[in-house]
């Protein structure tokens, strides 16, 4: 099984509002990362989390604020956003550095976020 | 530093053609490189890797994909395409110095025609 699951799958929010976007898996990864899609490009990193620990903040605005409760779910939480951060957003979960060159990201179907 | 190249940004083709979907990729050591195909309104789905052994990789829904280091290319291949594979297509590289770094291509929109 290689399932990575999103919630919710659209959201629609205001520029004050405060939501928060899930992703969750139960292949035992140690790795999870957040990436920012917008139409027609291809993803780009945002965060990366390994052993429940950020490791890599691609300079992202503080109004993306991530959180990893445990091994198994990643949040995105959002507060003050803009129109222009309106995109698909993917979350991704991989076996981390244990797997050494064999490591492999797999996707969830991701969110559509738009922000009015 | 690592990074691919697709080459085409668009590619059509008619149902039961064969396709190939090019990828450059420029490093100077080892890489571990990967093809993901993403449907409209869905994430992304790995089709297949190369991570080191066999040069000709095969992956989900009949597509394959050839590792050559001297031309430093990962083109992606179907002998024959079907309306269903009509979709982005996307190359990637695995970072060396840090394996959570992953460099994505552009992209490649494969257009199937009946």
């Known amino acids: 099984d290689t399932e990575v699951t999103q919630t919710p799958k659209h959201l629609v929010m205001g520029m004050t509002n405060k939501k928060s976007l899930k992703c969750e898996q139960h292949?035992?990864?140690?790795?999870m990362y957040w990436y920012k899609q917008k139409a027609k490009k291809p993803p780009e990193l945002m965060f990366v989390y390994s052993y429940e620990k950020l490791s890599i903040n691609e300079s992202v605005p503080s109004r993306f604020s991530p959180e990893c409760p445990n091994s198994s779910l990643l949040n995105l939480h959002l507060h003050a956003l803009q129109p222009e951060d309106s995109a698909l957003y993917l979350c991704?979960?991989?076996?981390?550095?244990?797997?050494?060159?064999?490591?492999?990201?797999?996707f969830g179907p991701g969110t559509r976020l738009t922000v009015l | 530093a690592q990074s691919v190249t697709q080459l085409d940004s668009q590619v059509p083709v008619f149902e039961e053609a064969p396709v190939e979907l090019r990828c450059n990729y420029s490093s100077s050591v080892s890489v571990y490189l990967f093809w993901y195909v993403q449907y409209p309104n869905q994430g992304l789905q790995l089709l297949l890797k190369y991570l080191s052994g066999s040069t000709l990789v095969k992956g989900i829904n009949g597509f394959e994909a050839e590792f050559n280091k001297s031309q430093t290319s990962f083109h992606l291949r179907k002998p024959s395409v079907h309306i269903s594979d009509t979709a982005e297509y996307f190359c990637a590289v695995r970072g060396i110095y840090n394996f959570n770094k992953f460099y994505f291509g552009s992209g490649t929109k494969l257009n199937v025609k009946p």
């Open positions: 991704a979960s991989s076996q981390g550095r244990l797997a050494g060159g064999t490591d492999t990201q797999y």
């Open positions: 292949m035992g990864h140690r790795a």
